[in-house]
């Protein structure tokens, strides 16, 4: 059985810059599209970016654009998420997901894998 673990989050003050990890174990994320998500108390689950494993290709939120980056190293069967300039309104708990379809990813619906979530907290 596959699973995602994520890690990097923490506490930083705004300006500030986290990179999240999502390591997958027990499958290779060489055939999976990644995408990265964020929930924050009391809001409903926020797509912020995906990666397509077959052309590289990234989208990413309005709210992120400019300030976050996607990527994944697949030797180290790993995604990333850089986040620069961070705000406040940036506190959530950040989620990666990975499923071969890039819509499914995308939408973050019924995704083969889900990570169990790190907590980031943009405060000074």
């Known amino acids: 059985q596959g699973h995602l673990v994520e890690s990097g989050g923490g506490l930083v003050q705004p300006g500030g810059s986290l990179r999240l990890a999502c390591a997958a174990s027990?499958?290779?994320?060489?055939?999976?599209?990644i995408g990265w998500f964020r929930q924050a108390p009391g809001k409903e689950r926020e797509p912020l970016s995906c990666t397509s494993f077959r052309d590289s290709s990234t989208s990413y939120a309005d709210s992120v654009k400019g300030r976050f980056t996607i990527s994944r190293d697949n030797a180290k069967n790993t995604g990333y998420l850089q986040m620069n300039s961070l705000k406040p309104e940036d506190t959530a708990v950040y989620y990666c997901a990975a499923d071969p379809n890039y819509r499914v990813v995308a939408g973050g619906n019924k995704v083969d894998y889900w990570g169990q979530g790190t907590q980031v907290t943009v405060s000074s």
């Open positions: 027990g499958f290779t994320l060489d055939y999976y599209d």
